[in-house]
């Protein structure tokens, strides 16, 4: 038989073994396959919702977005908490400071906060360190002296009203002194270099 | 009365249907038990190898004017459709395959003795674990080879590539399973 001649020797055995297997369907799958046939039955599976792979891409893309930008946002009756690290506010170096800002809808600032992801959590969490926390009007907080540096953050939706058109200006002594945090509206036109900071 | 043939599916009017299903349970009395054998060399539990032989079926029967006598035999496109079916299922269930002993229960044995009958129970498991611990590529080879009995000229129409290639994947997996019955 030209099927065993074309079997190495060594699996000769092998081949034997399992050509020797044979299972037996039960006699009544066939007529109950065909009746199912008849009867136009439905595939199994077939016609279940399912999610489709693009909707599947949108919603790990979402995630992504979500996790890695660390940035979130929490309703409470008018007001919105919104939470966005991580980044490099007090010019230490390192990716790691988280603004914590909340605001009526679009409108006034409340609070803003930026804090230290200890933990690397990207969010705001009890063990980070506050690097500055200001109510609603803007304030420097402590010495001034040299070793000042500006650092500008723009654009996110940082105080819930939609869209990603407000920025943040930092004064900081490096590595991890913040002085002075506030959040402006960006603009078109020349308005946007007048900073009107909140 | 015009018997039910492939050629004729499609040119019936309303009695297409009705010979596509008559042509399908023909199909299924020919190559069902290669179908249910294929499945049951990848899925331990028989309902399940049951469930997946009767949804093969019902996807021949919608998918029967694809089917060209020109390009191969029934056998080697149900097969195809089988394949389908069960990379589909696998894909839904991502079960992971073994086969506990005392599901041989749809086993041939020609043995006079419940002893022997036993017996071959447990070889056939413990090739049947074999099997199971296998890369699907593997698996899918052996099933084809053992479990529908196709031949490699077949095997190598359902799986699109050369004889020589199925041969040499065959043997390979075959001595990967030998060497997983040993160790």
Same mark, same amino acid.
């Given at each position: ?46 016609g279940s919702p399912r999610i489709s792979r693009s909707t599947l891409w949108a919603i790990a893309a ?47 600032? @409340? ?12 969010? &705001? ?28 953050? /723009?654009? %996110?939706?940082?105080? $819930? ?10 004064? %900081? ?7 002075? #945090?506030?959040?402006?509206? %960006?603009?078109? $036109? ?9 | 009365?015009?018997?039910?043939? #492939? ?27 290669? #179908? ?7 899925? =331990? ?11 093969? &079926?019902? @996807? ?5 004017? /694809? &089917?060209?006598?020109?390009?191969? !035999? ?7 459709? *089988? ?24 086993? =041939? ?23 199971? *611990?296998?890369?699907? =590529? ?9 479990? %529908? ?33 040993? !160790?």
């Amino acid at each position: 038989m030209k099927r065993k001649r074309d079997i190495p020797e060594h699996l000769r055995e092998l081949d034997a073994a399992l050509s020797r297997i044979r299972f037996y369907p039960r006699a009544s799958l066939g007529p109950e396959v065909i009746g199912r046939l008849r009867r136009g039955e439905r595939l199994k599976g077939v016609g279940s919702p399912r999610i489709s792979r693009s909707t599947l891409w949108a919603i790990a893309a979402a995630l992504v977005l979500i996790v890695t930008g660390g940035f979130w946002v929490h309703r409470s009756g008018r007001e919105v908490t919104v939470d966005h690290c991580c980044f490099d506010f007090d010019g230490g170096g390192r990716a790691d400071d988280g603004v914590l800002v909340v605001a009526s809808h679009g409108d006034q600032v @409340h609070r803003i906060a930026v804090y230290e992801d200890r933990d690397g959590s990207h969010s &705001f969490t009890p063990g980070d360190v506050i690097r500055i926390d200001r109510g609603r009007h803007v304030a420097v907080d402590g010495v001034t002296a040299g070793g000042l540096v500006t650092a500008r953050h /723009c654009c %996110s939706d940082l105080d $819930g009203g939609g869209p990603p058109d407000d920025g943040l200006v930092l004064l %900081s002594i490096p590595p991890d002194k913040v002085t002075l #945090v506030a959040l402006y509206e %960006s603009r078109p $036109g020349p308005s946007q270099t007048r900073l009107t900071l909140r | 009365m015009t018997p039910p043939t #492939v050629s004729n599916i499609g040119k019936t009017g309303s009695g297409a249907a009705a010979n596509a299903e008559a042509v399908c349970g023909e199909w299924y009395e020919s190559h069902g038990a290669a #179908v249910y054998n294929y499945f049951r060399f990848h899925v =331990a539990d028989t309902e399940a190898a049951e469930d997946l032989t009767a949804d093969t &079926f019902l @996807h021949v029967v919608r998918a029967i004017d /694809c &089917f060209d006598p020109n390009k191969g !035999s029934p056998k080697t496109w149900i097969l195809t459709v *089988a394949r389908n079916v069960l990379m589909d299922w696998r894909r839904r269930a991502r079960l992971r395959q073994y086969v506990p002993i005392g599901t041989l229960h749809d086993l =041939a044995v020609e043995a006079p003795s419940p002893e022997e009958r036993l017996l071959r129970e447990e070889e056939v498991g413990r090739l049947m674990n074999g099997i199971a *611990a296998l890369a699907p =590529a593997d698996r899918e080879l052996i099933g084809l080879r053992y479990g %529908s009995e196709l031949d490699t000229a077949e095997m190598a129409a359902v799986l699109g590539i050369r004889e020589g290639a199925v041969r040499s994947r065959l043997w390979r997996a075959m001595s990967r399973l030998r060497e997983e019955l040993t !160790s």
